[in-house]
């Protein structure tokens, strides 16, 4: 699946933790792209938001894997190796609406 990520084994089926970006939601702010963490399932906006949660939760928790979640993207990152993979069809599915403001 994947040349020189060795997190491959941290993949865990999540469950997201919110039906947009967690942070975004609590405080009313908005996202372009979201990211799910494949190791807890936090959902946090992509490096092209204002508030790049999903970076964030990377730092904060040390979770490798993020997820192109939404809109689907199939593709996973992973910011210890600084690469991106396909997942196939190991992607994580919605399990609600979720806004999108563009
Ligand atoms: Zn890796
Ligand atoms: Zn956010
Ligand atoms: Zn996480």
Redesign the pocket.
Known sequence: MSQGCSHLDTIRAVHPSARG????LKIG?R?LHLRVCRSCGHV??CDE??????TAHYHASGHPIMEGYDPPEGWAWCYVDEIMFELGHNTTPRDGPIPRYY
């Open positions: 970006c967690e942070e975004c702010s996202w946090g906006c938001s204002p508030h790049r949660h999903a």
